[in-house]
């Protein structure tokens, strides 16, 4: 990976470690759902534009106390390692929840798409969770 794309890849997750952004992210993952059940561009261009600027938005966090800031650090990690684990099999249940959601919407079923959407953030939780024991166990391993 270019150097420039992996300096500007650790920046975005600095700043997304977040706990504002982070949870604030996770909170407007529904939002997603909104344009497919419009079926409105400008809905599309707003809930857009918010995933895109809320990693970067936020400063880097002051500390890595928080929950949340250990676990996006670890995502940072594992995605550069990206080693079959438990975590792959979870982040993959949560990717099929939230394309069960996404038709769900697009066909205007409203039990459906919620009930996928909380099966999917609750999937993301327990992804954070493997995310920030995964930041616990490589920290350090690498730096620099």
Same mark, same amino acid.
């Given at each position: 990976?270019? +150097?420039?794309?992996?300096?500007?890849?650790?920046?975005?997750?600095?700043?997304?470690?977040?706990?504002?952004?982070?949870?604030? +992210?996770?909170?407007?993952?529904p939002l997603v759902l909104v344009p497919l059940w419009t079926r409105r561009w400008s809905h599309a261009a707003i809930v857009g534009a918010w995933m895109a600027a809320n990693p970067v938005i936020f400063p880097k966090p002051a500390d890595e106390q928080a929950w949340s800031t250990r676990a996006v650090l670890g995502e940072e990690l594992w995605i550069t390692e990206r080693p079959r684990d438990t975590a792959m099999a979870v982040n993959a249940a949560a990717t099929m929840a939230g394309i069960t959601a996404l038709i769900a919407a697009r066909r205007r079923r409203a039990a459906p798409a919620a009930g996928a959407t909380a099966v999917m953030m609750a999937l993301l939780l327990v992804y954070w969770r493997l995310m920030a024991g995964y930041y616990s166990r490589h920290r350090g391993a690498n730096t620099g």
């Open positions: 990976m270019p +150097r420039g794309f992996a300096d500007l890849k650790h920046e975005v997750f600095a700043r997304h470690s977040n706990p504002w952004s982070a949870w604030t +992210r996770w909170l407007s993952t």
